[in-house]
């Protein structure tokens, strides 16, 4: 039987059904949208995780045609040939009460996707031109009687981009009201990618100009629109919930965390192993799953990215490959980790060494909230497919839920992250050396690579806390991806300097174990980097702390004090 085609990149649902390509059945969507009572919904979910391809779906199966003359530019979509697109899936075989909405409604499809513009001037003149394109998809509208010859001026006027502001932000809402005139039929308004303009205006600087806008746009199309029939809109998160969609009564949001709709974006097990069996490779299942599973959404479990899936099925000789990792620069999420304070870098290292972390999870989410409050940063990134959900308990009146990595493909996403901050501020070859010297115990050599790191990022961490507690966790994070390979990074150091800092731990006995104590001038008791490495040593010394390697039957133990006064560093061994 010939295999049908991988379709990488393909999102276009008409295409995908006509051409040829492996389609996994999401129709049932369709079935959700119907039975909801809410007006509007945004459904959240990471990138590449389907959401444009379910959105072209609902518009082909919705989509009228147009009446009048043989002119629709959509005539595709017509009920007797969106019967051709959808006979043979999911939703067909749930009966006239479903299938009798096909090829109903007049629909408005924007999608914000490519709206990444470096200034509001750039992103507003993108904005226009997306909904001018979607006027000129319906200027079928102004050979019609229905409207006066003012309104079809202005309708012009939004197609050639030269229309007030007023009327691009009541935009939305005018095209829904032309529509009914036109077909006597309320509208379905798509909305695809609606935060993609968000994200990069916080990045670039424009981010409240942007809200304004947005909050009379989608306020004006979706807020009591008694033209509206259903409102779909997709991103990755809910943000800005007090600028945009506040007075959005009717608005019902689904999030990773909600039932609804759960396994209608990303691949679930079952149909990963059915995709792997139609191209003979179900023996690579486990491979697949500890790269590309792990996700969580509602209470499905084993969700699967798509976009990975379907590009190990095309190249899976190559083997297993962070597909989707590639796809983004993750400049929001490295800066964001950057800025991130003692906690936020505490908590990283226990994601990195396997170990769950566990928080408070804010649905309603917004920028602002994440740059000052480290608390929403873990919200941000479990909405965006960074974390995962692995249990959660309720103390109170609160859920805690506890978070870990989903799968190695995300895992290189985090270890890329934190050999960028050595990389920004050490050559590869010192950071190799760095790490030589330390297994080694050459003190010296690592004194100095050392004192070039501190001087090179202090201006480059977060610019809260003191040089010795940046260069801290920097240090561990840096050890955790650096020497996985041999030894396990043990922190203690919860508060102070208490307890040892840093245990490496070898993984074969017969390999140095090594403690590290961090020591920062107490320039009050006029102590001196040398006087503060003696005291380093003599608590590592004082307090036994090898006896933890030794119970291990490790005996082979390195032990480091490193000093710090300003930018100041000093390294001294035993």
């Avoid at 990595?405 to 992250?417: A, C, K, Q, R």
């Avoid at 050595?422 to 004192?451: A, C, W, Y």
């Avoid at 590290?516 to 036994?544: G, R, Y």
Wanted: with cysteine; hydrophobic share 35%.
């Amino acid at each position: 039987m010939k295999k049908k085609k991988i379709p990488i990149g393909i999102s276009d649902f008409r295409k995908m059904i006509e051409g040829d390509y492996y389609y996994v059945d999401k129709s049932l969507l369709i079935k959700e949208i119907l039975d909801s009572g809410t007006e509007n919904s945004l459904i959240t979910r990471p990138r590449r995780f389907g959401k444009t391809l379910n959105l072209s779906m609902l518009k082909c199966f919705f989509e009228a045609k147009f009446p009048g003359d043989a002119r629709s530019p959509t005539e595709e979509c017509s009920p007797s040939i969106s019967k051709g697109l959808f006979q043979h899936l999911k939703i067909w075989q749930e009966g006239e009460e479903y299938t009798e909405h096909c090829g109903k409604y007049p629909v408005i499809f924007l999608t914000f996707k490519n709206l990444k513009e470096p200034s509001w001037d750039e992103c507003y003149v993108k904005i226009k031109e997306t909904i001018a394109s979607e006027y000129k998809r319906h200027k079928y509208l102004l050979n019609s009687n229905y409207f006066s010859d003012f309104e079809k001026e202005q309708y012009n006027n939004i197609i050639k981009e030269r229309a007030a502001s007023a009327k691009y932000s009541s935009s939305l809402q005018r095209l829904s009201e032309y529509l009914y005139k036109y077909y006597n039929q309320k509208a379905i308004v798509l909305i695809d990618e609606y935060d993609t303009p968000i994200h990069e205006a916080y990045e670039k600087g424009y981010y409240q100009n942007l809200i304004d806008f947005l909050r009379s746009f989608l306020g004006a199309g979706l807020k009591d629109n008694s033209n509206l029939e259903k409102g779909v809109l997709t991103g990755i998160l809910r943000v800005a919930k007090e600028n945009i969609f506040s007075d959005l009564n009717n608005l019902e949001v689904l999030t990773v965390l909600e039932y609804e709709c759960a396994d209608k974006f990303g691949f679930t097990e079952p149909e990963v192993i059915q995709f792997l069996k139609d191209y003979e490779i179900e023996d690579h299942l486990e491979d697949v799953k500890t790269w590309y599973n792990g996700y969580v959404f509602g209470e499905v479990h084993d969700i699967y990215n798509p976009w990975s899936i379907i590009n190990y099925v095309k190249k899976y000789r190559a083997g297993c490959q962070p597909f989707w990792v590639n796809t983004s620069s993750n400049s929001l999420i490295n800066t964001l980790l950057i800025q991130g304070d003692r906690q936020v870098k505490d908590d990283l290292g226990h994601l990195l060494k396997g170990e769950p972390i566990s928080k408070v999870i804010y649905s309603n989410t917004i920028f602002s909230d994440i740059g000052k409050d480290s608390s929403h940063l873990w919200s941000f990134l479990l909405f965006a497919g960074y974390l995962k959900i692995i249990g959660k308990k309720r103390i109170g009146k609160v859920f805690f839920y506890n978070l870990s990595i989903p799968n190695m493909e995300v895992e290189i996403i985090y270890e890329t992250f934190v050999r960028m901050w050595f990389s920004d501020n050490l050559p590869d070859n010192e950071v190799e050396l760095l790490i030589k010297s330390l297994l080694n115990g050459d003190s010296k050599t690592l004194d100095k690579i050392l004192q070039k790191f501190v001087l090179n990022s202090m201006s480059y961490f977060d610019p809260t806390g003191s040089e010795s507690e940046k260069v801290y966790h920097a240090f561990v994070l840096g050890l955790l991806i650096h020497i996985k390979g041999t030894h396990l990074v043990k922190s203690n150091r919860e508060s102070g300097f208490g307890r040892y800092d840093i245990m490496l731990i070898p993984h074969k006995k017969s390999e140095i174990g090594i403690i590290i104590e961090f020591k920062k001038v107490d320039k009050e008791d006029n102590e001196t980097l040398e006087m503060a490495c003696d005291s380093a040593l003599w608590q590592i010394k004082e307090k036994e702390y090898e006896s933890e390697l030794r119970d291990m039957g490790i005996n082979n133990i390195l032990k480091y004090a490193i000093a710090f006064e300003g930018k100041k560093v000093l390294v001294k061994s035993l």
